[in-house]
């Protein structure tokens, strides 16, 4: 039986550019504990091996602090470690995998060429397949034309930065008949970080690891990695576990009714406290439901009045409409009433976008017909 440890799509050293430096540089160092984390994680679960599927550095520059700590987590675990290269962090000769300043413990394997190739462990009766990326595209795919890679006595893998989901993609597309004909036992992959659940393709079952630590709202929740056992040849278990700490998260707050910010953000307080760990937490609340025409919410102020709820950072936004049964603008015979009865069928029947645009286009309207400037709308972003 064998168990290994799929993770990647770490990109340590990322910039958290949205971020002032001193939170930026607590979230930079957030990304290398989670990392040195997981490699503590396989030695408590007692993994076999580690397969790293791509991007464990978001770019070309590393921090020296950070090379130190890679160094000392992989010799820490001191099994062997295999990484392939990804889209961020590609092999050339002028990477960290390339650099001879940087000199790794014996234990770590990396692919190093767009050509598949593999690595055997004979001890664990494993060959490792894979590849590198080479810069930051790989519009092939380096599976094509392999067809078996099983080897009689040994468990096989792939461990790849790939793209199975788009046959297009210039990120290593390779194809479910790929996976298939390779007669591997599993492939662990690296790139999407949403990933769909692990899927079987012939006797192959294809798994991405996910993100370990989540970056910004397209990432949302704590982050995992994969623990996969093998026996006999086929997937038996695959164990998601938390490792992220800290997490990206939306949440809706109804304010239907609201007649001023004060409303808004008293319905915003209430929805904001059922959250839990909020020190762990980057909060975007999106306020919704149905207000008043004449109001608009001021995200700005509303976002100030929740600062006593202890979240890491918080952003709010405007999903609000106007009250649409609003009798007195439909009545109107002015051009306020004009406006609102047009755009009333964008407002009511439109697509979410839609729906929004016609929303901010009544209120910043009704504010040029009052007079009022329409530089001080708080609404959507």
Not at 40 to 66: K, M, N, Q, R, W
Not at 103 to 122: A, G, K
Not at 265 to 286: F, Q, V
């Amino acid at each position: 039986m064998l168990k290994l440890l799929h993770c990647g799509d770490f990109h340590l050293d990322s910039p958290f550019s949205s971020l002032d430096v001193k939170r930026s540089e607590e979230r930079r160092r957030g990304l290398c504990r989670v990392f040195a984390r997981v490699m503590e994680l396989a030695s408590e679960c007692e993994c076999d091996a580690v397969l790293i599927a791509g991007d464990l550095f978001d770019c070309s520059y590393i921090c020296p602090d950070t090379v130190a700590a890679m160094k000392d987590a992989f010799a820490g675990y001191g099994k062997p470690v295999i990484v392939a290269p990804g889209n961020h962090d590609p092999y050339t000769d002028g990477s960290i995998w390339a650099s001879r300043r940087a000199v790794f413990p014996e234990n770590l394997h990396v692919f190093r060429s767009e050509e598949l190739s593999s690595f055997d462990f004979p001890e664990l009766a494993l060959t490792v397949w894979g590849y590198a990326f080479t810069s930051d595209r790989l519009d092939r795919s380096p599976l094509s034309g392999a067809g078996s890679l099983s080897r009689p006595g040994r468990t096989g893998v792939l461990c790849a930065h790939a793209d199975i989901v788009s046959p297009l993609s210039k990120y290593a597309p390779v194809t479910p008949r790929e996976l298939a004909d390779s007669r591997l036992s599993y492939a662990a992959l690296g790139h999407v970080h949403n990933p769909p659940e692990p899927a079987v393709y012939g006797a192959t079952v294809a798994a991405y690891c996910g993100f370990p630590e989540g970056r910004g709202f397209d990432e949302q929740g704590y982050g995992s990695v994969s623990v996969v056992t093998i026996d006999e040849g086929r997937v038996t278990d695959i164990r998601r576990i938390r490792v992220g700490e800290h997490r990206y998260l939306t949440a809706r707050a109804d304010i239907t009714g609201a007649v001023n910010d004060a409303g808004a953000a008293a319905a915003a307080a209430r929805s904001a406290a059922d959250i839990a760990d909020p020190a762990s937490t980057s909060l975007r609340l999106a306020v919704c439901g149905d207000v008043a025409v004449e109001y608009t919410p001021d995200t700005a102020r509303i976002a100030a009045s929740l600062g006593d709820c202890g979240f890491y950072s918080l952003e709010v936004e405007d999903d609000t409409l106007p009250l649409l049964g609003d009798t007195s603008l439909a009545d109107d015979m002015t051009v306020r009433g004009e406006l609102y009865r047009t755009l009333l069928p964008k407002m009511r029947e439109g697509s979410a976008e839609e729906r929004r645009i016609a929303a901010d286009a009544l209120r910043i309207g009704l504010r040029a017909l009052d007079g009022r400037s329409i530089l001080d709308d708080g609404g959507s972003n």
